[in-house]
Every structure is written in C-alpha cells, then in structure tokens.
C-alpha cells in the first residue's frame, strides 16, 4: 500500500539514485513488518484474544454435550455445528477491534509514526505490517478453530471450500477496515480501546457469539444479515454446508468493506 | 563565518500562523554546508515550527525553504534521504529495544552507518537488550540522537539535543556533535542552553515571538549585549555613585549593602573606573573583571529580562 508513495521518483533523478532507493523501498518495508511482528509477538493480550481464546471458545463449548445434541431448529444441526463460523469469525474481530485500534492510536500518540515520516520510509508502512499481521493471524486462529471443530468435535469441513475462503478474505478485510476506521478517529490509545470495545460487543453479537444467526428471530436476522459480521457469519454458514454464499451476503461484506477502507483512508491522521 | 558557495539550508520568508496567529513571520536564514547553526529563543518562540518547515513536516503559508536545493514539501521523499531527525515529543515502538530500534532505522537508508561504534559513543551498549519502554529519559534521548545520525545523513536537524541529559553525557553529546560536523555534516540544533550554544555553535538566530531578533556568532552576540564587561569590586573608601554611573559606556551600577560595587559596561568602562579610582587615591579590592555570557546577551535580545 505504500507503494505508491516511496517509490515516487522526480523526472530529475540520477538514474544510479532511482535504483538505490527502489532497492531500498522492500528492505526497509521488510524490516518494518519484522520489527512489527516481533512487536506482534510480545503483546500477550492480543496472542491469547486472536490465537487462543476463539479456539479455545470452540473446545469449551464442544465440551458441554447439549452442544454436540442435534437440534431440530437448527436444520438437524448440532449446537456445535453453529459455533464453528463464530469461532472463525470471533479472532477477526478482536484482531480488528481489540488488537489493532489501540496500538495505531498509539503510534501516532506517541509520535512514532511523525518521527518515521522523517525518514525514507512513509508511515503507511507501520500501518500496512499492522493490518498484514493481524489479518494474518487472525486467518491462523480461523483455520485453527477449523481444525479443532473437525478433529476433536467431528465437525465436517467447509463442503464449499472456495465460497469458504472468499467470504473469510472478504470478513478479514472488513475487519481491518473497521479496526483503521477506529484508529483514524480515534486521537488516543485510550480511547481508541473505548471505541474498539463499543463496537467489539455489537459485532460480537452479529456474528452470533451468544445466539447463532440462524437461532434468531426473522425481523432481527434480516437486520443482523446487513451487518457486516451478520452477513459474513452467514455467508461462511452456507459455505460450509455446501452451497456458494450467496451474492446478497457477499455483497453486504464487499460494500461495508469499500465503505470503511474509504472512510477510514479519508479520516486517517498522521500525526 | 563568510560563505562562497550557496547556503545548503536556505529559509527565506518563512511565515507560519495557526489559528490566524504567526508563530513564525518573516524568517530568513541561511546554513552554510558544514556548519552547526543554532536557533535560539524563548518557549514559544516558533523554533521548533520553523525546524519542522525545513524537516518538511509542516507546511509554510508563506516564504521559500530549500534544503540541498530541495523544497521539504514537494520534494520530501528525495530530502528523507539525506536528512537525520530529532524531534521533541516522538519516540518509538515501547516494546522495541534499543538494538532493534537501531537495526530498524539503520535499514530505512541505502547508505546507513555502522550502528555499533554509534550506539558506545553515546553510552548505550549495556542498553542494547533493553526496551524503549524501560529507558531512563536521557537514554531515550541519547537513543534518539543515535536514530537521528544513524543513516549517515548530510543535514542533521537537532531540536532540544541535550535535553534530560546529565552534564557528563551533554559534553559527550556535544563532541559527537562536533565531530560529526567535522566529517562534513551540517546541523540546524535548537537550544535554550546558553551554554550549549556558545560551546557549539557557529552562528546563531535568537528568535523572540516569531521573529529574528539577531543573527550573528556567539561572540558578536555576546559584544552587542549592552552590558558585555562586568566589574566588580569592593573600594576602601566611599566612591560618589552618580560619578561611577557617568562613567564612559556604564550600563548598570549596583551598590550592594556589604559594600561590593559591580559595574557592566564595556572595555573603555574597566579603563575609565581605574583612572577615576587612582585620582580618588582608592583601592579596588577583590577585583573582578568578567565578560558577559550569551546568557546577559540573550536576556537583552529577546526583552525576557525586563520585569
């Protein structure tokens, strides 16, 4: 993403001094997503919310053997059957919400991210191994709780393996855009956790963590669906019972993805 | 110091308001390559407004900055390349090390230093493993010091350098600083130590609300000062008060209760004062003959010492 702005090379430009620094775009880039990954890894708070806790929901609640009961209102499902696309969706939006908000807020609080616009490298950098990395873990935990349901509950596997991953790319997205959008606004790291957690309990409840969407009343599904974690719960529901999610919840991730990436663009402040 | 060649750091009309006020108006100065230049003032004076136009952080509404011929707004990507920064109220990740964050930086330009020797100089080698988070306030400053010269840069803009330091690391910081001039860098350092300014730099702006009240060495600085001479001593008997105060270039005469005089003015003042003592056949005892300090200078130039 930051592509665009480093490599901007004036027409007046050495040649030998263009490809100095074109080489020196990645490395630097690279050193970035390091660094931040290392960063990543000695925060125990976001580890345990993105990589343990929704897997570890998983494992619990399969434990509680009414889970594992069929349920009539659930299409012959079983309890457990319904929790596996929360758990999925559970990591991606406390990495959005919980893990992300606060440590941008901060970046730019703390004045790190203006002290890097000193340098060769943008800011935007920070900013793209921040997404990349939470996105990227919190795809891990999602095929993690993938595992668990399959192995230790009996829980098949997404029949419809290609709808499956496009709606959890799509649900990452959103995630992260939600989660810049609260960092864009948001002038603290205080208050960025306040905003994160005021969004964080509605998503969580959109995408089902206390009552699977499918369990719901009609006129609150319908609203729900138009939710961005509603639609997404439901699009990874039809994917793994084999059917292509259809284009209306695909739709509503897409369009709640375009909104938040624009608003959150548009709002972001460096400094 | 006369300059042949164009200023590397030129600000010309360098105006900046927020809020419909003017922090900084109708700044000119330029920095010859190779030189420490110093911008001294007052808190709120719009030093540190008008170092962040020439890092290129802040916009001017008005006025031309060129830093090695390059505009710090337009051209920022190409000045990043060869411009080091310290800036006040900016840290970096809490949960770095000092290491990391040095290796990190060091990877942001094409032809970085080694950070090593850097990191013993400025005393942090027992510090490598430790957090950003966990440092002292003037091991954070001296880090940042380390990140502002870290990528070997030609312009190295300095702003509060010493601040948090105790006196034995700000004479290191200083030398570093020399030396690092020395291998041909220029520095733009902002200060409001009077000492620092005179130790190090070559010339000097003292800015008072938004304005160059004077821009000259330290020592024609100093020798403007209205006071620039201070004489003090303690006669064996009665001198007439209004005879020393007509005394050629006498800026202040103060008498004190246990009988010590002390007298600012200038060299004809010190000659003058010993004839007209000679003639009264009276002795100076306990004289002191001192000059004035960029402090006395400073106080005169920006009006801060009336009250």
């Known amino acids: ?271 | 110091m006369t300059t042949t060649t164009a200023p590397l750091i030129e600000v010309d009309g360098l105006r900046k308001a927020y809020a419909g006020r003017a922090v900084v108006d109708e700044v000119s100065f330029g920095v010859a390559e190779g030189e420490i230049f110093g911008i001294l003032g007052p808190n709120g004076a719009g030093k540190t407004t008008t170092v962040e136009c020439v890092e290129g952080l802040r916009k001017p509404d008005a006025g031309r900055v060129r830093v090695a011929g390059l505009d710090p707004v337009r051209d920022h990507a190409r000045l990043t390349g060869l411009l080091g920064a310290q800036l006040q109220e900016s840290e970096v990740q809490p949960k770095l090390t000092v290491k990391e964050a040095l290796e990190l930086y060091s990877a942001f330009y094409p032809d970085p230093l080694d950070w090593r020797p850097l990191a013993e100089r400025l005393r942090l080698e027992d510090k490598l493993g430790t957090r950003f988070a966990k440092l002292s306030g003037g091991q954070k400053q001296r880090l940042f010091i380390a990140l502002a010269l870290v990528g070997n840069p030609r312009v190295v803009v300095l702003d509060e350098l010493t601040t948090g330091l105790d006196p034995r690391a700000r004479r290191d910081t200083w030398q570093l600083i020399e030396d690092v001039r020395d291998s041909g860098v220029t520095v733009l350092l902002v200060t409001h130590f009077m000492e620092e300014a005179q130790r190090l730099c070559d010339r000097i702006a003292v800015i008072d609300q938004g304005r160059i009240a004077a821009l000259d060495t330290p020592a024609g600085l100093i020798s403007r000062a209205a006071g620039a001479t201070v004489v003090t001593f303690v006669p064996s008997g009665p001198v007439d008060e209004r005879e020393l105060a007509e005394l050629p270039g006498v800026a202040s005469v103060e008498h004190r209760a246990d009988g010590r005089i002390t007298l600012t003015g200038g060299d004809e003042t010190v000659d003058a004062l010993l004839t007209l003592l000679a003639r009264h056949h009276v002795t100076a005892h306990q004289l002191r003959v001192s000059d004035a300090t960029l402090d006395d200078a400073f106080l005169d130039l920006t009006g801060a010492g009336q009250s």
């Open chain 1, 1 to 271: 993403m930051s592509t665009a702005t480093t490599d901007t090379t004036p027409t007046d430009t050495t040649p030998t001094a263009v490809s100095a620094r074109a080489a020196q775009g990645p490395r630097a880039r690279s050193a970035v997503l390091r660094s931040e990954f290392r960063l990543f890894r000695r925060e125990p708070g976001a580890l345990f919310g993105v990589l343990v806790f929704p897997p570890g929901l998983l494992a619990i609640l399969g434990s509680v053997p009414a889970f594992r009961d069929t349920d009539p209102d659930l299409g012959g499902l079983r309890l457990i059957d319904a929790y596996v696309p929360v758990t999925v969706l559970l990591p991606m939006i406390v990495a959005g919400l919980q893990a992300m908000p606060p440590v941008l807020a901060g970046y730019r609080e703390r004045g790190i991210l203006r002290r890097m616009s000193t340098t060769p490298v943008r800011p935007s950098a920070l900013l793209g191994a921040q997404m990349g990395i939470n996105g990227a873990a919190a795809f891990c935990s999602a095929l993690i709780s993938l595992a668990v349901g399959r192995l230790a509950f009996d829980v098949t596997l997404p029949r419809q393996a290609v709808g499956y991953l496009l709606a959890l790319v799509l649900t990452v997205v959103v995630a992260l855009s939600l989660g810049a959008l609260v960092s864009a606004r948001a002038r603290t790291s205080k208050i960025a956790n306040a905003i994160g957690s005021a969004v964080f309990f509605p998503s969580m409840f959109c995408a089902g963590v206390w009552l699977p969407v499918q369990s719901m009343p009609t006129t609150l599904a319908d609203i729900v669906q138009c939710t961005p974690f509603g639609a997404a719960a439901q699009a990874l529901s039809q994917a793994a019972a084999g059917d292509w999610p259809a284009w209306s919840h695909l739709g509503v991730l897409a369009a709640w993805a375009v909104v938040l990436t624009g608003a959150a663009a548009r709002w972001f402040r460096w400094e």
